[in-house]
């Protein structure tokens, strides 16, 4: 893998999300900064197509933006660094960005995830406060919340293999999984452990219907299966600690923060580490990296350095023969 190109944007990036288009593929992208005690920052829209360079749009915003997911072609759903969760739409190539719905929360909104059935919206949130909920993007209130989900940050949480059940990781190095069946007074805490070596767990998702990966600031990523929780069967050390995971195929991407980013070979009895993205880059902080879909040139994955300011993207052919384009 080589860095195709760098797309220096406005503020501190954070979170990047993809969807293909019909000619390329679109990156969305979440920042934020501290400006005066406030978190402020803005989302960002940039256009691939195989035959121009990278196009990109602006809206900055007066709060900061922690996570965000597409939710339809023109829709994004963001975790606001004022709490709760913003749907914003997308009209005229970005610089018409609106508020759909805005949902508020107890705390920061650290992380957003939406269910498999998108038709139904279903959305949950964790919070800097360690609590987590479930809304839908019409719903007037939260549908289903835990005040207390874990003693300090909930640094995510996302949905099981089926769409009742939720895992949280929290920087009380806990991991948790819940059904939002139960109402909280029911004690919905399914299953609870220290996955991390008591230290911060900071992402998670599901590969298939019982096994999943997380990570942490143990500079790990540790594969469970639900069916034998309580120990991981797989460890696998990373160049920094992961903070967003996202599986393609065989394939993870990994954000590794200050080890920028990886991917992880799923193939073979055990997953590897097959390439290390950016490893000699010093002073580059990364929160997010997203696949990119939908183009030619063997593009393959973005990554967001935060303080730098910039978006990398890489390919795998070093002897592509496309032009190197930056903004």
């Not at 390329?24 to 940039?46: K, Q, S, T």
Request: charged share 20%.
């Amino acid at each position: 893998m080589e860095e195709w190109c760098k797309i220096t944007v406005p503020s501190c990036p954070d979170a990047v999300a993809t969807r293909c288009l019909e000619r390329g593929a679109c990156l969305a992208f979440g920042a934020y900064e501290l400006h005066e005690n406030r978190r402020i920052g803005g989302v960002g829209l940039i256009k691939f197509s195989p035959e121009d360079k990278p196009l990109l749009a602006w809206k900055a915003l007066d709060f900061g933006v922690l996570d965000l997911h597409w939710f339809n072609e023109n829709s994004l759903v963001v975790a606001s660094a004022d709490g709760g969760i913003r749907a914003l739409q997308v009209q005229d190539g970005a610089s018409g960005w609106t508020v759909q719905q805005h949902l508020d929360g107890p705390a920061i909104a650290l992380s957003v995830c939406l269910g498999a059935g998108a038709s139904e919206g279903k959305i949950v949130t964790s919070f800097a406060d360690g609590a987590i909920a479930l809304a839908t993007l019409d719903s007037p209130s939260w549908l289903w919340e835990r005040t207390q989900a874990h003693a300090h940050e909930a640094w995510f949480a996302c949905f099981g293999a089926q769409e009742y059940l939720i895992m949280s990781g929290g920087d009380d190095g806990y991991l948790r999984l819940w059904d939002s069946r139960l109402r909280p007074q029911e004690d919905p805490c399914v299953s609870s452990y220290q996955a991390h070596e008591a230290l911060g767990v900071t992402r998670a998702c599901f590969l298939d219907e019982h096994v999943f990966v997380s990570g942490g600031f143990d500079e790990k990523l540790r594969f469970w299966d639900t069916r034998m929780l309580g120990r991981s069967w797989q460890t696998l050390q990373m160049p920094g600690g992961p903070w967003r995971i996202e599986v393609r195929g065989t394939s993870l991407l990994v954000a590794c923060m200050q080890g920028h980013a990886a991917i992880v070979d799923l193939l073979g009895p055990l997953p590897r580490l097959q390439v290390h993205l950016g490893q000699h880059m010093d002073h580059s902080l990364v929160y997010a990296a997203s696949w990119l879909p939908g183009l030619g040139h063997n593009l393959k994955c973005v990554t967001a350095s935060f303080y730098e300011r910039i978006l990398y993207v890489w390919r795998s052919a070093p002897a592509d023969s496309v032009d190197r384009k930056s903004l």
